[in-house]
């Protein structure tokens, strides 16, 4: 056993910040300019914290010159988002563009759709509300129950279980946000014949928190190796602002502020990460509740939700399906 799982602790998170700088910026530089043979990165700035990093690690390992960070707003975004966007460009004198995606968004019908669906549980929902997902956890593990959260335009509140029907519609409706975004990155890449950057952290990657064909697509992950706790080590070694820093993770998809813990994962980051780790290392289950200060029975449901993500959302990771391989095209890759 190693010393790292016998001494297991929220230090096993810990890393060299400054030298995984160095290391990530040399495979990007790789990736980029020779085995992509692209001029440049471009990559989506929300003002969080994984794209803030993804941003200054580009701009480390390519020159500020050679990286577009795209601002995507629409009617339902924070502008706290596209202020820190702007922030997070700034300080590492990387251009930034803004698109404002709402037009395309109405135009194809993501807001009315996604009303639709929500009036068929708060039938009252209409102009002027606000509305979210939040996660309910089935106290088995076995799966996750959700429910809408919507704010009439006067203050108050109303919640509702989401039937199967309308929840997947509501999903559906606003991934449309997700791959609009993806298809203004690729077409700034296109036109530039730049590479096309995601930014999900370890946690996100492999719990399948991504759209696919949405935030799931890219030409380069550089951070999907590292667990979110790592994540934040890197934006002090890489001076992100520290306003981004001390930003609480969002998903800014809904109207109604979010929170990434209340809408996908059920514990806090840190405390998922420490959970994450262990069961990668085949840490006892008695030492990962106790570094994570949580009981054994909420452990157990804790990993059995990993376990379950990982794989509904196997799909989101798989490439397509082929009635036989094509050899030719596969011996190149």
């Known amino acids: 056993m190693s010393t790292q799982v016998a001494e297991f602790a929220p230090g096993v998170l810990r890393i060299d910040a400054h030298a995984e700088v160095q290391r990530i910026s040399e495979a990007i530089r790789e990736q980029v300019l020779r085995k992509l043979r692209r001029r440049g990165a471009v990559l989506g700035v929300s003002g969080g914290i994984d794209s803030s990093v993804c941003l200054a690690l580009c701009a480390h390992a390519l020159g500020p010159d050679r990286v577009v960070a795209l601002l995507m707003p629409e009617a339902d975004s924070d502008p ?47 102009d002027g509300w606000k509305c979210k997902i939040a996660l309910h956890e089935d106290q088995s593990g076995a799966y996750n129950l959700f429910r809408i ?10 919640s509702a279980r989401l039937p199967l029907e309308p ?77 981004i820093r001390r930003r609480p993770p969002t998903t800014d998809t809904y109207s109604l502020p979010q929170s990434q813990e209340e809408f996908y994962f059920t514990l806090p980051y840190e405390k998922m990460d420490l959970c994450l780790w262990g069961m990668n290392h085949g840490v006892e289950p008695e030492k990962i509740a106790q570094a994570v200060g949580v009981s054994l029975a909420q452990l157990t449901r804790v990993c059995r939700n990993i376990n379950a993500k990982r794989r509904t959302t196997a799909y989101q990771h798989a490439r397509p399906l082929l009635v036989e391989p094509v050899d030719e095209i596969h011996q190149i890759e």
């Open 80 to 126: 706290e988002s596209l202020r820190l966007g702007k922030m997070v460009a700034d300080a590492f004198g990387v251009q930034a563009i803004v698109e404002d995606i709402s037009p395309i968004l109405k135009g194809a019908g993501c807001y009315s759709r996604r009303d639709y669906y929500i009036r068929q549980v708060i039938p009252q929902f209409g």
């Open 149 to 158: 959260v919507a704010q009439s335009p006067t203050g108050e509140q109303v």
């Open 167 to 243: 929840y997947l519609g509501i999903v559906a409706a606003t991934n449309m946000k997700q791959r609009t975004r993806k298809q203004l990155e690729y077409y700034h890449a296109d036109r530039l014949n730049y590479a096309v950057v995601g930014t999900p952290n370890r946690l996100e990657y492999d719990q399948g928190f991504f759209v696919k064909n949405g935030d799931g697509a890219a030409d380069l992950k550089p951070i999907a190796h590292l667990y979110k706790s790592q994540v934040y080590q890197l934006a002090e070694a890489l001076q992100v602002p520290e306003e």
